[in-house]
């Protein structure tokens, strides 16, 4: 099964998360079919904090990929934020 979920990096106390599309079997962090985005939670006011490629997502989701409950919250933030 494939899955949108987010991929850690960063450093240790300064997160930063890849929006990935990724077989399930592979670990959080591991090899990923494609990058969709990134989410930084410890981003200033003046930088992007949230970027996330609609189209792929769309595409990604019509083939059958399950998305994460976290992404899903991410999706529909960065949609309010859009409007």
Known sequence: MVV??????GSK?????NIVVADKRERR??????????HNPSAAATE???R?????????RGVGAQVSPTVE????QTAAKAA
């Open 13 to 17: 106390g300064r997160p930063f998360f």
């Open 73 to 76: 919250r991410l999706v529909k």
């Open 52 to 60: 996330i490629n609609t189209e792929r997502l769309t595409y990604w």
């Open 48 to 50: 992007e904090g949230t």
């Open 29 to 38: 962090d591991g090899r990923f079919i494609e990058r969709l985005g990134f």
């Open 4 to 9: 949108i979920r987010l991929s850690r990096g």
